[in-house]
């Protein structure tokens, strides 16, 4: 891997600093991944936007006036935690009458974005959220909830922007953002991948005469894998989708020919030379055309096109003036702006500090669960390489690193809370895990913990077998049922779930059998390594695999992995402890 870069772990934070220091008259940073305007907005809704980083200047590049009012930022490829969405809104809620959520449509955004949006209504912030999903490429018109959100995106950042920097209710820039995803489509082909900096190889593999059409943002693949063509032949292939979607006859449109990362622009010149020639030859009137770097995908070589259907409304919208580090028009008036903005002060996650926090030993049922977690740490560490392997062909590269990074702050957690309820202790390491794991593992791991520590805290104690299988068996199934919630899946649709039903199920067997905690525990973990199997003949139906269709058949689904890992440590540690 070359890469213009210091530690692989340091990126995403000095990416951010890169661009606060270099434009401080329009961005301003609260947190390492939260970035707000620097003169702030009063009176009007606020804009919030984001997700994982490696798409610069998405999104913090189209914070500023006439656009986002603040963007956060995950780890590369990886949806930003319940948290910092949360500290998001709270940097820009205290000056607006509203927030609205600009979300892609991945599980894990769209998770962490619903679960921030509902933490401000509680708090009394009017809040509401729109799901962008322009990618053709994934799903048919009539099954748009499937497809994934990428470069119309930066119309929805620029009309919703616009009529909220105008006054308008959040009503009102709610509906021009529906309106400008109802009538944008985009589809991508790639000809190189990219390589995430933490994960050192890239996170697919083309052969130097192939191309991947449809493919995603993430690296994800796409419609075919093909021999390379002509520019234009692949211009034809995306445009024949994109205009099959919605009828532009009769409409002006506003292209966007969206540089990967990797593509110099005289041949995304070469793009939008035939955008405009195929267009024209359907009659079909071009309003302006954007060409650049506006959403990538690191350093990957490809293009997207993106065709917004126009009317005046739209026209005016896109029109308007415009300031941010990416996207400059017009002149933006900065007279109705606050003063340059001073450091929010988000609330911050306890578990964050809690490393340094001077503890009492822990002890009893208290240490055990402690040294179970310290040994699943290690174990997720240990397997990092291997788990990130699996989700490479059907995901984006990033599920063992994750994994590892959420788990290492929990274990860092752990000294802090030698002195607490082994309830306490679950729920706090499930707290953890939603705020550093990121993307939808995050969610889904927390409420694992948080579940299995509610299910404790009914009884509170670990005294016998028979009452920690009773216990651990009521968790798991309070955690299927969330889980199940969370993420919309269910059992045979490829992913951890298919590994926690058998793993649930084998629980309550060995609860009716009597069986001691440690004869339970293994029974469970052989149970979830043989669901975590059982998932390789499947096909995605949903998360990020999904996109591939028949293509994701043939590999393990790398959640259920992870869940069979987890089960596994725990049943070998619980052993270790009882000999």
Not at 328 to 355: F, M, N, T
Not at 460 to 469: F, G, P, R, T, Y
Not at 513 to 524: F, G, H, I, R, S
Request: net charge negative; proline share 5%.
């Amino acid at each position: 891997m070359k890469k213009f870069i210091n530690r692989p772990e340091d990126v995403e934070r000095q990416v951010v600093d890169g661009y606060v220091k270099s434009y401080p008259a329009l961005i301003h940073k609260v947190s390492d991944d939260v970035v707000v305007r620097t003169h702030r907005k009063r009176g009007k809704v606020a804009l919030v936007s984001g997700g994982g980083m490696g798409h610069e200047p998405a999104h913090l590049g189209y914070v500023g006036t006439g656009m986002l009012d603040a963007a956060v930022g995950g780890a590369i490829y990886t949806s930003p935690a319940v948290d910092r969405i949360s500290a998001g809104i709270e940097a820009v809620a205290p000056d607006a009458t509203g927030v609205l959520l600009v979300v892609k449509n991945y599980t894990g955004d769209v998770i962490n974005f619903k679960l921030a949006e509902e933490a401000a209504r509680e708090e009394g912030v009017a809040c509401d959220h729109v799901v962008v999903n322009d990618d053709v490429a994934v799903g048919t018109p009539t099954q748009r909830e499937q497809r994934r959100g990428v470069a119309g995106t930066i119309f929805v950042h620029k009309c919703a922007g616009a009529a909220a920097e105008a006054g308008k209710p959040l009503a009102e820039v709610k509906r021009v953002a529906e309106k400008v995803i109802d009538n944008v489509r985009t589809m991508g082909v790639g000809i190189a991948p990219c390589t995430v900096p933490a994960a050192g190889k890239p996170g697919f593999t083309l052969a130097d005469d192939e191309m991947e059409m449809g493919v995603g943002i993430h690296g994800e693949p796409g419609i075919r894998r093909e021999k390379m063509e002509p520019v234009d032949a692949m211009v034809d292939e995306i445009l024949d989708h994109v205009l099959a979607d919605i009828d532009y006859a009769g409409h002006e449109v506003a292209v966007l020919v969206n540089g990967a990362g990797g593509t110099p622009d005289y041949e995304l010149a070469l793009v939008a030379n035939h955008v405009h020639d195929v267009l024209s030859a359907r009659h079909i009137g071009v309003w302006h055309t954007y060409m650049g770097n506006y959403l990538t995908s690191l350093e990957m070589r490809g293009f997207s096109v993106s065709l917004l259907r126009l009317d005046d409304e739209l026209k005016n919208l896109l029109s308007a003036p415009a300031d941010t580090p990416a996207w400059q028009q017009g002149e933006a008036s900065l007279a109705e702006d606050a003063a340059p903005g001073e450091d929010a002060s988000p609330k911050q996650v306890a578990a964050s500090e809690a490393s340094n926090v001077p503890a009492a030993e822990a002890t009893g049922a208290t240490k055990a669960v402690i040294d179970v977690i310290s040994t699943v740490a290690g174990a997720m560490e240990a397997h990092k390489d291997e788990l990130t392997e699996l989700d490479q062909p059907i995901g984006d590269s990033d599920h063992g690193i994750n994994m590892a990074r959420g788990f290492s702050a929990a274990r860092a957690l752990l000294p802090s809370l030698a002195g607490e309820a082994p309830a306490a202790v679950l729920k706090k390491v499930g707290s953890t895990l939603v705020s550093k794991v990121g993307g939808s593992s995050g969610p889904l791991y927390g409420t694992l913990f948080r579940k299995v520590g509610v299910a404790l805290k009914a009884d509170d104690s670990l005294a016998s077998d028979e009452n920690a299988v009773r216990c651990l068996a009521a968790g798991l199934s309070k955690a299927f049922v969330g889980i199940e919630d969370l993420g919309g899946a269910k059992p045979g649709d490829k992913t951890m779930l298919d590994a926690m039903q058998p793993a649930m199920e084998a629980l309550e067997h060995a609860r009716g059998e009597d069986a001691p905690l440690v004869e339970a525990l293994a029974q469970a973990a052989d149970a979830a390594e043989a669901g975590a199997e059982a998932t390789v003949p499947l096909q995605a139906r949903k998360g990020r695999a999904s996109y591939l269709g028949e293509r994701s058949v043939g590999h393990k689904d790398p959640g259920a992995a992870s869940f069979a890992l987890l089960m596994r440590t725990v049943a070998n540690a619980v052993a270790a402890q009882a000999k």
